[in-house]
């Protein structure tokens, strides 16, 4: 109960008993005005911690989704490195995107992949298309390793080595595709080399004109998949 209420059953009705009841009252009133606004406080604390905590939820929700997909995406990354270390798998992966490319882009009468020609030679892919200029062959390269040790050269000596590394393996390549896939009677008097990797086209394009020049002579023009 009350104060006031309480102290009022025990005291009589004198000035000095009503000057102290007023006084009651007036405490009574402040007690009840404080605990209501603590209590008022308190729900809206109550509220917003509530609110707080559900936001924190959906937040370290989708923390965990983002990990989830990092975490794939890590798993490919490694997985794409592991196929390009391995040399035939990294074959495979030009020849993959060469075909997409081919058959994203032309009807099937204009190509066909994985063609023996007549010199018993195997072509990655043969265009059908007429003359001139006719059958052209593209034979898909990939000389990672050549490039990734131009990449990470850091002395001198080191960069100069790996770009006489990276200059005879783009050029063994185009003299391997000039031999076997240019054959006269049979094909186009050019061929195409795809390298699936616009990094390494940029590389060579910017920094090994020499070799590039080679490969106009001996007409193996080289494509990337933008260019191609």
Known sequence: APLAGRIEANVGRSPY???????????DEKLLAVTKSV????????????????????????????????????????????????????GAFGEIQLNDLITNTLPPSAYEFQVVLSNAKRADCVLRLPNPPGTIVIDSKFPLESYNALR?????????????????????????IAEKYIIPGETAESALMFLPSEAIYAELHANFRDVVEVSYRSKVWIVSPTTL
Do not use: C, P, W, Y
């Not at 008993?17 to 405490?27: E, F, S, T, W």
């Open 17 to 27: 008993d009503r000057k102290k009841m007023a006084v009651l009252k007036i405490m």
């Open 39 to 90: 209590g008022e406080g308190l729900q809206q604390t109550t509220a917003k911690t509530t609110e707080t905590l559900t936001d924190l939820r959906e937040r370290l929700a989708k923390i965990d989704v983002a990990q989830q997909k990092i975490s794939s995406l890590s798993e490919q990354v490694v997985s794409l490195q592991e196929v390009l270390s391995n040399k035939q798998a990294r």
């Open 152 to 176: 990470i050269a850091s002395s001198e000596r080191e960069k100069l080595e790996a770009e006489r590394f990276f200059r005879a393996s783009v050029l063994k390549h185009i003299k391997d």
